[in-house]
């Protein structure tokens, strides 16, 4: 008794599974990275206090209380641990109490917040790597 391969039929229908499967996965982990969530035609700059430096994937979170009138707190995410190190920053490159100028591209829903582009504070000037 032999043990038989696959039949042609089985295999193209194996195949033509996984390419499915591969298409819908791939833009299933896109659309994670996705900056539709962020008004690309305007950059928005505020001057203000470092709240929190969070250094945590998938995303870099920097909060900032900006004077207003009124105050706000600003919500400013930026890429991945990998991507800004990759760039220079490392964990404590900002730290909370830092004074510092943010530009970013702000978030379409008018919420304080948005994509960070660059941030100052002192002489250092640092990217966003989003």
């Known amino acids: 008794m032999s043990v038989s391969s696959p039949s042609p039929l089985f295999r193209q229908a ?5 390419l499915t499967a591969c298409s819908v996965l791939s833009s299933v982990a ?15 700059t505020v001057k203000g206090v470092v709240e929190r430096f969070a250094w945590t994937n998938p995303h870099i979170t920097l909060y900032l209380d900006a004077d207003g009138p009124p105050p706000q707190r600003y919500k400013i995410e930026t890429g991945s641990v990998n991507a800004l190190q990759r760039t220079g ?7 909370a109490g830092d004074i510092a100028e943010v530009s970013f591209k702000p ?9 960070l582009v660059e941030i100052k504070i002192g ?3 640092l990217s966003g790597g989003g």
């Open 123 to 125: 002489d250092v000037v």
């Open 30 to 44: 896109t659309a994670h990275h996705s900056f539709a969530l962020f008004d690309q035609t305007r950059t928005v």
């Open 107 to 115: 978030l379409k829903n008018g919420e304080p917040g948005g994509l």
């Open 14 to 18: 194996l195949c033509l599974l996984t």
């Open 89 to 95: 920053w490392s964990a404590d490159s900002i730290k």
